[in-house]
Protein backbone atom coordinates (compact mmCIF):
# COMPACT_ATOMS: atom_id res chain seq x y z
CA UNK A 1 0.00 0.00 0.00
CA UNK A 2 1.42 3.48 -1.06
CA UNK A 3 0.53 6.12 1.97
CA UNK A 4 -1.10 8.99 0.61
CA UNK A 5 0.83 11.91 0.94
CA UNK A 6 -1.23 14.84 -0.20
CA UNK A 7 -4.54 13.09 2.05
CA UNK A 8 -5.71 14.52 5.56
CA UNK A 9 -4.80 11.12 7.64
CA UNK A 10 -1.49 12.06 8.68
CA UNK A 11 1.36 9.36 7.80
CA UNK A 12 1.97 8.25 11.33
CA UNK A 13 -1.72 7.47 11.19
CA UNK A 14 -1.63 5.49 7.66
CA UNK A 15 1.26 3.34 8.43
CA UNK A 16 -0.72 2.40 11.53
CA UNK A 17 -3.84 1.30 9.78
CA UNK A 18 -1.32 -0.42 7.24
CA UNK A 19 0.55 -2.31 9.96
CA UNK A 20 -3.01 -3.81 11.99
CA UNK A 21 -4.39 -4.74 8.24
CA UNK A 22 -0.96 -6.76 7.44
CA UNK A 23 -1.10 -8.16 11.11
CA UNK A 24 -4.79 -9.26 10.96
CA UNK A 25 -3.83 -10.96 7.02
CA UNK A 26 -1.53 -13.06 9.13
CA UNK A 27 1.86 -11.14 8.52
CA UNK A 28 4.51 -10.65 10.80
CA UNK A 29 3.95 -13.98 13.01
CA UNK A 30 7.80 -14.77 12.41
CA UNK A 31 9.00 -11.60 13.27
CA UNK A 32 7.73 -8.02 13.32
CA UNK A 33 10.04 -5.42 11.29
CA UNK A 34 12.58 -2.53 12.51
CA UNK A 35 12.37 0.65 12.46
CA UNK A 36 15.09 1.24 9.83
CA UNK A 37 13.56 -1.36 7.19
CA UNK A 38 9.80 -0.11 7.86
CA UNK A 39 11.30 3.54 6.67
CA UNK A 40 12.98 1.95 3.93
CA UNK A 41 10.10 0.06 2.77
CA UNK A 42 7.86 2.69 3.02
CA UNK A 43 9.73 5.77 2.35
CA UNK A 44 9.02 7.88 5.23
CA UNK A 45 11.06 8.64 8.26
CA UNK A 46 12.18 7.30 11.49
CA UNK A 47 9.96 10.00 13.25
CA UNK A 48 6.92 8.64 11.06
CA UNK A 49 7.53 5.12 11.91
CA UNK A 50 8.23 5.76 15.92
CA UNK A 51 4.79 7.39 15.79
CA UNK A 52 3.22 4.61 14.26
CA UNK A 53 4.62 2.40 16.95
CA UNK A 54 3.83 4.37 19.62
CA UNK A 55 0.58 3.69 19.24
CA UNK A 56 0.39 -0.32 18.76
CA UNK A 57 2.87 -0.37 21.81
CA UNK A 58 0.31 1.66 23.75
CA UNK A 59 -2.95 -0.46 22.41
CA UNK A 60 -0.60 -3.46 23.19
CA UNK A 61 -0.60 -4.70 20.03
CA UNK A 62 2.93 -4.51 19.43
CA UNK A 63 5.63 -5.00 22.06
CA UNK A 64 9.29 -3.71 22.00
CA UNK A 65 11.57 -4.16 24.78
CA UNK A 66 14.76 -2.32 25.38
CA UNK A 67 17.76 -3.63 22.99
CA UNK A 68 15.20 -5.85 21.28
CA UNK A 69 13.23 -6.20 17.97
CA UNK A 70 9.45 -5.22 18.30
CA UNK A 71 7.37 -8.08 18.30
CA UNK A 72 3.51 -9.23 17.81
CA UNK A 73 2.54 -9.22 20.85
CA UNK A 74 0.92 -12.59 21.49
CA UNK A 75 -3.17 -13.05 22.36
CA UNK A 76 -3.99 -13.23 25.50
CA UNK A 77 -4.98 -16.91 26.91
CA UNK A 78 -7.87 -16.17 28.62
CA UNK A 79 -10.72 -13.89 27.75
CA UNK A 80 -13.38 -13.42 30.19
CA UNK A 81 -16.86 -11.90 29.39
CA UNK A 82 -17.97 -8.74 31.42
CA UNK A 83 -21.42 -9.26 33.22
CA UNK A 84 -20.68 -12.57 34.60
CA UNK A 85 -20.29 -13.50 38.64
CA UNK A 86 -17.58 -15.38 37.04
CA UNK A 87 -15.29 -17.67 39.00
CA UNK A 88 -11.65 -17.41 37.50
CA UNK A 89 -11.34 -21.71 38.42
CA UNK A 90 -13.86 -22.10 35.59
CA UNK A 91 -12.42 -19.31 33.07
CA UNK A 92 -9.44 -20.97 33.28
CA UNK A 93 -10.89 -24.17 32.58
CA UNK A 94 -12.70 -23.40 29.80
CA UNK A 95 -9.79 -22.16 28.13
CA UNK A 96 -8.01 -25.23 27.82
CA UNK A 97 -5.44 -24.98 30.51
CA UNK A 98 -4.87 -26.37 33.81
CA UNK A 99 -5.99 -24.69 36.69
CA UNK A 100 -3.91 -25.56 39.97
CA UNK A 101 -2.93 -23.11 42.98
CA UNK A 102 -1.07 -22.52 45.78
CA UNK A 103 -2.42 -21.64 48.99
CA UNK A 104 -0.33 -19.20 50.56
CA UNK A 105 -2.90 -18.84 53.68
CA UNK A 106 -6.17 -20.27 54.72
CA UNK A 107 -7.17 -19.13 58.71
CA UNK A 108 -9.58 -16.59 60.61
CA UNK A 109 -8.73 -13.50 61.15
CA UNK A 110 -10.03 -10.24 61.98
CA UNK A 111 -9.64 -6.92 59.34
CA UNK A 112 -11.60 -4.05 60.32
CA UNK A 113 -11.37 -2.60 56.44
CA UNK A 114 -12.93 -5.45 55.12
CA UNK A 115 -15.89 -5.81 57.89
CA UNK A 116 -17.03 -2.79 56.77
CA UNK A 117 -17.06 -3.47 53.59
CA UNK A 118 -18.99 -6.59 54.02
CA UNK A 119 -21.80 -4.86 56.51
CA UNK A 120 -20.00 -6.42 59.90
CA UNK A 121 -18.72 -5.19 63.02
CA UNK A 122 -14.77 -4.33 62.92
CA UNK A 123 -13.64 -7.45 65.06
CA UNK A 124 -16.06 -9.79 63.65
CA UNK A 125 -13.93 -13.11 62.85
CA UNK A 126 -13.58 -13.74 58.91
CA UNK A 127 -12.32 -16.43 57.03
CA UNK A 128 -9.22 -15.45 54.59
CA UNK A 129 -8.07 -16.88 51.73
CA UNK A 130 -4.81 -16.38 49.84
CA UNK A 131 -3.76 -18.08 46.64
CA UNK A 132 -1.33 -18.19 43.79
CA UNK A 133 -3.32 -19.04 40.99
CA UNK A 134 -1.65 -21.17 37.93
CA UNK A 135 -2.67 -21.95 34.49
CA UNK A 136 -0.97 -24.38 32.57
CA UNK A 137 1.62 -24.37 35.15
CA UNK A 138 2.60 -20.74 35.16
CA UNK A 139 1.53 -18.04 37.48
CA UNK A 140 -1.49 -15.88 36.57
CA UNK A 141 -3.34 -14.51 39.47
CA UNK A 142 -2.65 -13.56 43.18
CA UNK A 143 -6.16 -14.06 44.47
CA UNK A 144 -7.03 -12.75 48.17
CA UNK A 145 -10.49 -13.61 49.58
CA UNK A 146 -12.26 -12.58 53.25
CA UNK A 147 -15.46 -14.19 53.82
CA UNK A 148 -17.77 -13.67 57.16
CA UNK A 149 -16.38 -16.65 59.58
CA UNK A 150 -20.08 -17.14 60.78
CA UNK A 151 -21.25 -18.72 57.60
CA UNK A 152 -17.82 -19.97 55.92
CA UNK A 153 -15.94 -21.30 58.56
CA UNK A 154 -16.64 -24.91 56.72
CA UNK A 155 -13.86 -23.85 54.27
CA UNK A 156 -10.88 -24.42 56.49
CA UNK A 157 -11.10 -28.14 55.95
CA UNK A 158 -11.49 -27.61 51.74
CA UNK A 159 -8.50 -28.53 50.00
CA UNK A 160 -8.37 -25.68 47.19
CA UNK A 161 -5.19 -27.05 45.22
CA UNK A 162 -7.51 -27.60 42.62
CA UNK A 163 -11.50 -26.83 42.80
CA UNK A 164 -13.32 -23.68 42.93
CA UNK A 165 -14.45 -21.61 45.99
CA UNK A 166 -17.39 -20.82 44.91
CA UNK A 167 -18.40 -24.86 44.17
CA UNK A 168 -16.58 -25.45 47.55
CA UNK A 169 -18.85 -22.50 49.54
CA UNK A 170 -22.36 -23.70 47.61
CA UNK A 171 -21.46 -27.36 48.58
CA UNK A 172 -20.06 -26.60 52.27
CA UNK A 173 -22.70 -23.81 53.12
CA UNK A 174 -25.51 -24.19 50.63
CA UNK A 175 -24.72 -20.40 49.80
CA UNK A 176 -24.80 -19.40 46.15
CA UNK A 177 -23.59 -16.32 45.53
CA UNK A 178 -25.90 -14.11 43.13
CA UNK A 179 -24.84 -10.99 42.32
CA UNK A 180 -21.76 -8.80 42.69
CA UNK A 181 -19.86 -5.54 42.16
CA UNK A 182 -16.74 -4.95 40.62
CA UNK A 183 -13.91 -2.25 40.52
CA UNK A 184 -11.29 -3.49 37.02
CA UNK A 185 -8.20 -1.36 37.02
CA UNK A 186 -4.67 -1.62 35.53
CA UNK A 187 -2.24 -1.39 37.78
CA UNK A 188 1.96 -1.74 37.32
CA UNK A 189 3.28 -4.80 39.59
CA UNK A 190 5.45 -3.92 42.25
CA UNK A 191 8.50 -5.68 42.53
CA UNK A 192 7.47 -8.54 44.82
CA UNK A 193 4.06 -9.26 42.98
CA UNK A 194 5.92 -9.35 39.18
CA UNK A 195 8.37 -11.60 40.92
CA UNK A 196 5.79 -14.04 42.38
CA UNK A 197 3.26 -13.62 39.03
CA UNK A 198 6.80 -14.19 36.47
CA UNK A 199 5.61 -10.82 34.98
CA UNK A 200 7.19 -10.08 31.87
CA UNK A 201 9.08 -6.39 32.48
CA UNK A 202 6.67 -4.23 30.50
CA UNK A 203 3.62 -5.77 31.38
CA UNK A 204 0.89 -4.47 33.19
CA UNK A 205 -2.24 -6.47 35.62
CA UNK A 206 -5.72 -5.97 36.21
CA UNK A 207 -6.40 -5.18 40.17
CA UNK A 208 -9.84 -6.31 40.65
CA UNK A 209 -11.83 -5.45 43.31
CA UNK A 210 -14.75 -7.48 44.07
CA UNK A 211 -17.87 -7.57 46.56
CA UNK A 212 -20.11 -10.33 46.23
CA UNK A 213 -23.67 -11.13 47.55
CA UNK A 214 -25.85 -13.73 48.28
CA UNK A 215 -29.10 -13.21 49.08
CA UNK A 216 -29.35 -9.59 49.76
CA UNK A 217 -26.36 -9.92 51.82
CA UNK A 218 -22.59 -9.41 51.35
CA UNK A 219 -20.48 -12.35 51.79
CA UNK A 220 -17.36 -12.05 49.83
CA UNK A 221 -15.08 -9.57 49.83
CA UNK A 222 -11.84 -10.15 47.12
CA UNK A 223 -8.61 -8.48 45.52
CA UNK A 224 -7.59 -10.64 42.85
CA UNK A 225 -4.07 -9.03 40.91
CA UNK A 226 -4.54 -10.73 37.32
CA UNK A 227 -1.56 -10.47 34.24
CA UNK A 228 -2.44 -8.46 31.92
CA UNK A 229 -0.97 -10.43 28.96
CA UNK A 230 -2.56 -13.55 30.00
CA UNK A 231 -6.38 -12.23 30.98
CA UNK A 232 -8.27 -10.27 28.93
CA UNK A 233 -12.58 -8.42 29.63
CA UNK A 234 -14.28 -8.71 26.64
CA UNK A 235 -17.67 -7.13 25.49
CA UNK A 236 -20.31 -6.65 22.95
CA UNK A 237 -21.55 -3.10 22.20
CA UNK A 238 -23.40 -1.45 19.27
CA UNK A 239 -24.16 1.79 18.26
CA UNK A 240 -28.10 1.03 19.24
CA UNK A 241 -27.69 -0.85 22.53
CA UNK A 242 -24.64 0.15 23.77
CA UNK A 243 -22.57 -2.01 25.32
CA UNK A 244 -24.30 -5.91 25.57
CA UNK A 245 -22.74 -7.94 28.26
CA UNK A 246 -23.04 -11.11 27.43
CA UNK A 247 -21.42 -14.86 28.43
CA UNK A 248 -21.62 -16.71 31.70
CA UNK A 249 -19.32 -18.90 33.92
CA UNK A 250 -20.64 -21.29 36.27
CA UNK A 251 -19.73 -20.90 40.11
Do not use: K, N
Not at 69 to 77: D, L, N, S
Not at 102 to 121: H, K, P
Not at 157 to 185: M, P
Not at 217 to 232: I, K, M, Q, Y
Amino acid sequence: MALDRGGATPLWRQLQGELLARMDAGEFTDRFPGELALVEHYGVSRHTVRQALSGLRADGVVVAERGRRPRVAEPPEIQQPMGALYSLFASVEASGLAQRSVVRTLDLRADAVVADRLDLEGSTPLLYLERLRLAGGEPLALDRVWLPAAVAAPLLAADFTHTSLYAELHARTGIRLDHGHEDVRAVVPTAAERSRLHCPPTAAAFSIDRLSHADGRPVEWRHTLVRGDRFALTADFSAHAGYQLTGSARP
